[in-house]
């Protein structure tokens, strides 16, 4: 958008640079026969109508809300990851705690397997 906002200024501005050309060569009519041109570098945005100014500005504003919207959408998705991330992390650390748990005595000594009971090392 900001692309297209920035080509319909400089289409207002283009025009303005026409409008302000011919009332120029109209004021001037002797001009281009002495190889006088008009400079159109002395129009720029600053010169178009303030109705013309709103409208610009509306259309930045319009484009940066889009563009705010998309990135609180794209951080939202992120984070939504980051937390299915962060609860399965702790699923994962319950269930190593259970297991680990049904492996030891209540006093922290491992139970002994059906493989290696009566075994000492």
Same mark, same amino acid.
């Given at each position: +958008? ?9 289409? +207002?501005?283009?025009? =303005?640079? $026409? ?8 004021e001037n009519p002797e001009a281009k026969k /002495? ?6 570098? %002395?129009? %720029?945005?600053?010169?178009? /109508?303030?109705?013309?100014?709103? /409208? ?6 319009v484009a940066e809300d889009i563009r705010n &919207?998309?990135?609180?959408?794209? =951080?939202e998705k992120m984070l939504a990851d980051v +937390? ?14 259970? &297991?680990?748990?049904? +492996?030891?005595?209540? $006093?922290? %000594?491992? &139970? ?10």
């Amino acid at each position: +958008m900001l692309f297209e906002n920035k080509q319909r200024e400089a289409a +207002m501005v283009k025009a =303005l640079q $026409d409008i302000r050309e011919r009332e120029w060569e109209t004021e001037n009519p002797e001009a281009k026969k /002495s190889g006088q041109t008009f400079d159109r570098s %002395t129009v %720029t945005a600053a010169d178009l /109508s303030p109705e013309q100014q709103a /409208s610009i500005a509306e259309f930045y504003r319009v484009a940066e809300d889009i563009r705010n &919207k998309a990135n609180r959408d794209s =951080l939202e998705k992120m984070l939504a990851d980051v +937390m299915t991330y962060e609860q399965r992390r702790n699923e994962i650390t319950e269930e190593y705690a259970r &297991k680990r748990a049904s +492996m030891t005595n209540e $006093d922290g %000594t491992p &139970k002994e397997s059906g493989l290696h009971a009566g075994q000492r090392r």
